[in-house]
């Protein structure tokens, strides 16, 4: 068997081990083998490439090579092995970023090596939608991270005339690429470049914070492409075929969280989505309604009494880290006979699957953690809905008032259990920035504070009742 064989049949088993993970990553309990297999295939491609030989010579260049590897490992493992759960999404989006990045570099480097050589116009323009696709995803993703990082607001950052200069931007990026195959121009590849930039940010910043998570499952989509492109460049069947993955998840992903949220990606991507905060401080409102509040050793007697507690997780408990208190306010429940689980909303946190993660870290046995069209149901058998740091995702205007606008997104139905308990921190809205009807409820009892301390305090109560 040749050398040559014998890589691509490496490449082969590598593309094959990038199916075997995507499979896995759709199960919470298969995702951390499927993340296992994945990174196995990809050190065995990036093993077989520095075997690879191109007119009887192999890659130039290694040490440096070697020395780019050991910097992003030096950058990413310690990225990767430190991030807090609560910053997760913005560790995706970076990284995203980075790899939108390096698939636009890679381009950029292969139109200067091939221009003067007249490559065919097909070639130039997989180069060029490199260039462009990888450069909005770059910048893009970098604006979602500072929006979540909050080293800017998380608001929509919206001016009059917004989406007609954002296609302006988008006509001009296609200008550009019609006449650099025209006239393969150099600088006017610089110019694309610059325009795709500013696209990138122009693109993100109306985008309110409860719909970055949707914005960087598309984002990481504008990656996957633009690393295809990248392969049909290089002449990369493994490159192509890991991008297009990369690209078709991250599309169906983005397609899930949108019907998730009850809107259109139109809808997510152009309407300034939370934009308004309308909920005001703690107490009686205008209209005269007023949330009811307990202490913990009442809510932790009803607690302890009942036959069936649903436990609905949100952001908050991810902010509070209070997953462990959690686990073992059920552990004590189930120890005097209470039927407990979790009810998962697909967009609970700031990324698919952020809760399932997190519950996992506390050794939550996964047939605790039900889906929404699961768990429903039985909340309307449950003695007690016990939310925990969830906002938007219990809020019954969405089912009951047309003119909220959430109106329309698939709820945990919360309200459907006999009692409701509501651990906040304060009466400040969720993402959306809309005031929760389920607070006003009279069946809801608020539980203000920590959401750690508060658990901790429901612990001890269920302990000595």
């Not at 939608?129 to 998380?154: C, N, R």
């Not at 995702?393 to 459907?416: E, F, H, Q, R, W």
Request: charged share 15%; hydrophobic share 50%.
């Amino acid at each position: 068997m040749s050398r040559g064989t014998l890589i691509d049949l490496l490449y082969l088993f590598a593309a094959f081990t990038f199916l075997l993970a995507l499979k896995g990553l759709g199960s919470p309990k298969r995702a951390r083998q499927g993340n296992m297999v994945a990174a196995l295939g990809m050190l065995v491609a990036i093993v077989a490439t520095f075997f690879r030989q191109e007119n009887g010579q192999g890659l130039r260049h290694i040490p440096l090579m070697l020395l780019a590897m050991g910097i992003g490992t030096l950058v990413a493992v310690p990225a990767a092995r430190f991030v807090q759960m609560t910053a997760m999404p913005q560790l995706v989006a970076i990284f995203n970023g980075v790899g939108g990045g390096a698939a636009a570099l890679v381009s950029i480097t292969e139109f200067i090596h091939i221009h003067s050589q007249k490559p065919a116009t097909y070639v130039t323009l997989e180069v060029l939608l490199g260039v462009l696709i990888g450069t909005v995803s770059f910048s893009g993703s970098a604006i979602a991270y500072a929006k979540l990082q909050e080293l800017m607001t998380g608001r929509p950052i919206t001016y009059p005339g917004q989406q007609v200069i954002n296609a302006l931007f988008g006509i001009v990026s296609i200008g550009l690429i019609v006449t650099i195959l025209i006239s393969a121009s150099t600088s006017l590849l610089w110019i694309l470049l610059a325009v795709a930039f500013v696209l990138g940010i122009a693109f993100v910043l109306p985008i309110g914070g409860a719909d970055v998570p949707v914005l960087i499952s598309l984002l990481n989509s504008f990656t996957g492409l633009a690393v295809a492109a990248s392969g049909f460049t290089l002449g990369s069947n493994l490159l192509i075929v890991a991008g297009t993955l990369v690209g078709a998840s991250g599309i169906l992903l983005t397609q899930m969280m949108s019907k998730a949220m009850g809107r259109s990606l139109a809808n997510v991507l152009f309407s300034a989505f939370g934009s308004v905060v309308t909920a005001s401080g703690e107490g009686a409102r205008e209209d005269g309604r007023t949330v009811r509040s307990g202490s913990a050793e009442d809510i932790g007697v009803l607690l302890s009494y009942a036959n069936k507690v649903v436990i609905v997780p949100g952001y908050g408990l991810a902010v509070a880290q209070a997953q462990h208190v959690v686990r073992e306010l059920a552990d004590e429940l189930e120890a005097k006979g209470v039927e407990v689980f979790y009810a998962i909303h697909p967009v609970a946190g700031r990324m698919p699957g952020h809760m399932n993660v997190l519950l996992a870290e506390a050794n939550i046995p996964y047939e605790k953690l039900k889906e929404m069209d699961e768990a429903n149901p039985e909340l309307q058998t449950a003695d007690v809905a016990l939310v925990v740091g969830a906002n938007d995702t219990v809020n019954p205007a969405a089912k009951n008032d047309p003119s909220s606008p959430i109106y329309g997104m698939p709820i945990i139905d919360a309200l459907a259990a006999e009692n409701v308990v509501f651990l906040k921190r304060s009466m400040r809205p969720g993402f959306a920035g809309i005031e929760n009807e389920l607070l006003f409820d009279p069946k809801t009892v608020l539980l203000f504070g920590d959401a750690k301390d508060t658990l901790t305090k429901l612990v001890a109560t269920v302990k000595n009742s």
